[in-house]
């Protein structure tokens, strides 16, 4: 059975179709219903329907600005519209929200019905599309795959970058016209309540199904994980990357009842950088835990830049082979080598943890040498050395190798769990903020604040539910409404002038809002506050 929510401002109608339907008859249940814009997206972020059947001219919120918002929330719900037929050239403007349906007014209940029946089917197809148990074709697979699991380190990056964009063209994954791409790397989990994997190759269909309505995109299955390559414009990733990935996590959660965790890279200007981007998108989703349900993101989850591992095993790899080799007068000395090495990372000014850790990787890979080649007096002269044994060498048994191994790690993990409470709390605040100084603005949104502080609207969004119980809509319109009392209490303002200062363009959509989050109108307010200050 599907939900439905239905909204018009035309209360008989609205009411008419409601009651005169045979909802469940034709597969649907009638969940809630709005008179007006906003109320219907309170009510779709509330009850997350299937189908909202609204009228395209709405109070307050245009069935246009309806659809473009609900994408934002609730992308796996579906949309269709009621409109006169002059109205037709408005409602093209729509297209780009994937509307299911578009019905001409007046309309009959048994054409409604009939129309309603043929969204149920096309319902059904896209569930059934979703859990469609087949293979994809891996056609691409031979050079999809080496690009994001093994990464590619040309001589040349010029070159190389020019490689494999001619590759990629030639297997069918970027078209002629792809220097405006940029690429992302998605990596889809799925699993059941009690948090086993169950995530195989048939769900690469069902990510796919989803994806293809926004983006371009290529998908294979690896070691219990759908792999994604997702490949669009600047502009097209700003508008639909935050939506479908939450379309992947709801259209999972609702068809399937399982939970969906997504872990998504940052977005990268080459191909060659893919299999870094696949590395973020990895740790992203370590973020998740067993049983979660939602997106992880590695620029909401560590906003600094990560180790670049393919250059780090590269230096390693250079290193190796200078201790291993002999020694021509041609060749670069291992000295000549690591003082260019660490006379690059002062210029660039590299962080101490990039220091660190690479030099842990040269340290481990020095010691792998020695162990390999060395006899016992070597091992037990290199054993002496300060610095390893400050280190890689620790003195006692494994099982107290062991203890300090442990504690270092439950150090780690406590010290990552208290940074993202705070860095958490720190975001929140940062929005509490900027509401309480920009909610006279009318662009104030959550992806404009999201932007603004440089998290995806994803994670702001389920972060602020969290913390305060309350969504971004209901905070914002709270410090609009309460600084509207403010004004009418202790000014002479007009109503027109006080809803103009609270971020309202519409002064009957101002009082609508002040009247429901308040329980009486403006007007009736001030009023009361004049009868009171009379007596």
């Known amino acids: 059975m599907y939900t439905v929510v239905v909204a018009d401002d035309e209360e008989e109608l609205r009411r008419a179709i409601i009651r005169r339907v045979e909802w469940e008859k034709i597969g649907f249940q009638v969940v809630g219903e709005a008179e007006n814009g906003i109320e219907a997206l309170e009510i779709v972020e509330k009850m997350e329907p299937d189908l909202l059947l609204t009228d395209i001219k709405m109070p307050f919120v245009s069935g246009i600005e309806l659809a473009r918002q609900v994408r934002e929330i609730r992308p796996t719900t579906q949309i269709a519209f009621l409109s006169g037929f002059d109205e037709f050239s408005y409602a093209q403007q729509a297209i780009q929200y994937n509307i299911i349906s578009y019905m001409l007014k007046p309309i009959s209940m048994a054409d409604l019905t009939k129309e309603l029946i043929a969204v149920r089917e096309k319902i059904d197809h896209l569930f059934w599309e979703f859990c469609n148990k087949r293979q994809t074709q891996m056609d691409k697979f031979s050079f999809l795959m080496p690009l994001i699991m093994d990464g590619y380190q040309p001589e040349n990056a010029q070159e190389g970058e020019e490689f494999l964009a001619k590759a990629a063209v030639e297997s069918g994954v970027l078209k002629n016209d792809h220097h405006d791409f940029r690429y992302a790397v998605m990596i889809t989990s799925i699993r059941d309540e009690a948090g086993k994997n169950c995530t ?44 479908l990935v939450g ?148 003195d006692g048994s494994y099982r107290e190798m062991q203890g300090k191994l442990t504690e270092f790690c439950l150090i780690a993990r406590e010290m990552v769990g208290s940074q993202r409470k705070k860095s958490s709390k720190i975001l929140c605040e940062r929005t509490l903020q900027m509401i309480e100084t920009g909610y006279g603005s009318g662009d104030i949104s959550l992806v404009s604040v999201s932007n603004e502080i440089g998290v995806s609207p994803n994670y702001l969004s389920a972060l602020i539910k969290k913390e305060t119980g309350k969504t971004f809509i209901d905070l914002l319109t709270g410090k609009r409404i309460e600084a509207a009392k403010e004004l009418l209490m202790c000014t002479s303002m007009k109503i027109k002038e006080i809803s103009e200062k609270c971020g309202y363009s519409d002064q009957h959509y101002f009082s609508y809002c002040f009247k429901k989050y308040s329980g009486i109108s403006p007007n009736a307010l001030r009023r009361q506050m004049k009868t009171e200050g009379e007596t």
């Not at 909401?300 to 591992?309: M, T």
Request: aromatic share 8%; proline share 1%.
């Open 247 to 394: 379309d992947v996590v709801q259209s999972t959660e609702r068809i399937m009842n399982l939970n969906c965790s997504i872990g998504v890279s940052r977005i990268t200007e080459k191909l060659s950088e893919c299999h870094e981007a696949y590395v973020e998108a990895v740790n992203a989703l370590g973020y998740a835990g067993r049983a979660d349900s939602g997106v992880h993101y590695i620029t909401d989850e560590e906003h600094a830049e990560g180790i670049d591992v393919q250059e780090v095993l590269g230096i390693v790899a250079e290193v190796e082979t200078l201790i291993r080799g002999s020694q021509t007068e041609e060749d670069i000395s291992l000295e000549v080598y690591l003082e260019k090495l660490f006379e690059g990372m002062r210029e660039k000014k590299a962080s101490r943890a990039k220091a660190n850790y690479l030099m842990v990787q040269l340290l481990a890979a020095v010691c792998k040498i020695i162990y390999a080649v060395a006899d016992g007096e070597e091992i037990e002269r290199i054993q002496k050395n300060t610095l390893l044994q400050s280190v890689v060498f620790q």
């Open 200 to 243: 195989d190759g048939a769900h690469v269909h069902s990510v796919d199904s989803i994806l293809k309505k926004y983006l371009r995109h290529e998908s294979f299955y690896w070691n219990g994980r759908v792999i994604s390559l997702l490949i669009a414009t600047p502009a097209s990733f700003d508008k639909y990357l935050h939506i």
